[in-house]
């Protein structure tokens, strides 16, 4: 990931909607969720709601996909574990600190 990735997603993720939306939709998997299910589970207007799902989407950190009259959003995992990865990179005095599982080492 190169830094302007990583300050554009940090970015979108810096507003509490849009965390709590990211949130919700890394439990929700790869089933995703559609904005009525988004805005039933936040309690928040559409309006609002679609105007962070487009900043996330921006970001990279989010996908939509049309699925007959529906959008389904999902967390981009593979841009998540990326940021992560650029966030935790040079953590241990500049030696790789993540292990293939996905756990810290140091």
């Known amino acids: 990931m190169e830094t302007n990735e990583a300050v554009r997603a940090l970015a979108a993720l810096a507003q509490p909607l849009r965390l709590q939306v990211f949130r919700r939709l890394v439990v929700a998997g790869t089933d995703g ?3 009525g299910a988004l ?3 936040l309690g928040v207007p559409s309006t609002s ?3 962070h799902l487009k900043e996330l989407t ?3 950190l989010v996908t939509q996909e ?3 009259r529906n959008l389904i959003y999902r967390a981009a995992f ?3 574990k990326a940021l992560l990865g650029y966030l935790t990179d040079n953590c241990c005095q500049g030696e790789a600190c993540m ?3 996905g756990s810290l080492r140091c």
């Open 33 to 35: 969720m559609t904005p």
């Open 39 to 41: 805005v039933e589970a």
């Open 49 to 51: 709601l679609s105007f």
């Open 58 to 60: 921006h970001a990279g």
């Open 66 to 68: 049309r699925q007959s």
């Open 78 to 80: 593979d841009q998540m």
């Open 99 to 101: 292990a293939s599982d």
